[in-house]
Each structure stands twice: as structure tokens, then as C-alpha cells.
T-cell receptor
Framework: DAKTTQPNSMESNEEEPVHLPCNHSTISGTDYIHWYRQLPSQGPEYVIHGLTSNVNNRMASLAIAEDRKSSTLILHRATLRDAAVYYCILKGGATNKLIFGTGTLLAVQP | DSGVTQTPKHLITATGQRVTLRCSPRSGDLSVYWYQQSLDQGLQFLIQYYNGEERAKGNILERFSAQQFPDLHSELNLSSLELGDSALYFC??????????????FGPGTRLTVT
């Protein structure tokens, strides 16, 4: 399974944009980039995924580098509810299992 | 609410005992996954079932077993429990098993404490 590297922690102010980076230099051509987050005392929840093009949904945007060796999850206006651990995960192959790394703990200050 | 339910919410038991954790997937989802989250190991994939058949195995101990029933609910059985088995156990479900675009929906978890 290809590995991802994320900063251990980041801090943001409420209502400001947040850019969460992820490096995945060993990504294969068929790997999708998925982001999940885990709010305190809850199970992980899906945020967004992409393959090559940038993606937007109601929760966030995903910017993927042209060489696909890195990506950035963008929260356009952070709220206190966005404080969570964010996981960048590569998914491919015949199964759908998620291999979680250590993620980035995002703190949002009021 | 993800639509995935897990019971019980909390479980306290003694070393050497056996417990069963139950999961009901979202309506329409055929795949069920089990994950373990402990402080030292983080979130780890244990096992996956699709429509009653085992599809993938992760770091699941031999003392642990799982199954998925015809109504698609799943049970994770943990036996000969040790202190190190204390963790949060999450169940997740998805529509498919082999398509990397499908997201997984996680339940609220069962917190197991072994004393």
C-alpha cells in the first residue's frame, strides 16, 4: 500500500481558509486520493476524493498536483466544528480497505 | 448520522473472556469493514466482508473472527481477551468492495475495555 505523509498538527483561525497538505510520492497511476476526518469521539467521515483533477464538494476542495505526488485539502472557511484529525489515504486495487496513517490534527481557534 | 449502527456502545469485560460486537450497515450497502483504533496503533483495518463473503483481511488476530449474515449485518467476535485488546472498534459500510471511488460510512464505534 502506497504511503502518505502529513504534518502532525496544524492550527487555524475561525472563518479563515485552511490548507492541509499531503505527500504521496509513491502513488500509482490507479490510486485515488481520499480524505477522511475524525471529529472528537466520533467515527471517521468521508470528506472528498479525486484522481487527477481538482475536486469540489460542499465540505471542501481537493487540489491535486500535476505529477500527483502531493495534494492539498482546502477548507474554505474553517469553523470550530472542523477541528478534527484529517487523514489522507490512497485507495486502489481490488479491495476498498482504508489504510490510515497518523493524520493531521487540526485545531481551530475562535 | 451515517446510517451505520453498532452495538453495544460500551463494553467492559475481563481478560480471558469472549465478546461479540454487532454492526448493521447502511441500507443498500453490501460491504462491511471492521477497524480497530487504539492509542498506540492508531486506526487499523481488520477485515472486510461483501455480501456474506470475506474479501480482505488486515491485521486481525487469530483470536478474532467475523462474519456477515444474510441480512447483511456483521458480528466481530473477540476471544481470549487481553488487556491490549482494549480499543475502539469501528464498523463501516459501502456499496461496493472493489471500486476505489466509493466512500465508506462509519458507525459510532464500540468502546471495549478489558480489565
Amino acid at each position: 500500500d502506497a504511503k502518505t505523509t502529513q504534518p502532525n498538527s496544524m492550527e487555524s483561525n475561525e472563518e479563515e481558509p485552511v490548507h492541509l497538505p499531503c505527500n504521496h510520492s509513491t502513488i500509482s497511476g490507479t490510486d485515488y486520493i481520499h480524505w477522511y476526518r475524525q471529529l472528537p469521539s466520533q467515527g471517521p467521515e468521508y470528506v472528498i476524493h479525486g484522481l487527477t483533477s481538482n475536486v469540489n464538494n460542499r465540505m471542501a476542495s481537493l487540489a491535486i498536483a500535476e505529477d500527483r505526488k502531493s495534494s492539498t485539502l482546502i477548507l474554505h472557511r474553517a469553523t470550530l466544528r472542523d477541528a478534527a484529525v484529517y487523514y489522507c489515504i490512497l485507495k486502489g486495487g481490488a479491495t476498498n480497505k482504508l489504510i490510515f496513517g497518523t493524520g493531521t490534527l487540526l485545531a481551530v481557534q475562535p | 448520522d451515517s446510517g451505520v449502527t453498532q452495538t453495544p456502545k460500551h463494553l467492559i469485560t475481563a481478560t480471558g473472556q469472549r465478546v461479540t460486537l454487532r454492526c448493521s450497515p447502511r441500507s443498500g450497502d453490501l460491504s462491511v469493514y471492521w477497524y480497530q483504533q487504539s492509542l498506540d496503533q492508531g486506526l487499523q483495518f481488520l477485515i472486510q466482508y461483501y455480501n456474506g463473503e470475506e474479501r480482505a483481511k488486515g491485521n486481525i488476530l487469530e483470536r478474532f473472527s467475523a462474519q456477515q449474515f444474510p441480512d447483511l449485518h456483521s458480528e466481530l467476535n473477540l476471544s481470549s481477551l487481553e488487556l491490549g485488546d482494549s480499543a475502539l472498534y469501528f464498523c463501516a459500510s459501502s456499496v461496493d468492495y472493489g471500486t476505489p471511488t466509493y466512500e465508506q460510512y462509519f458507525g459510532p464505534g464500540t468502546r471495549l475495555t478489558v480489565t
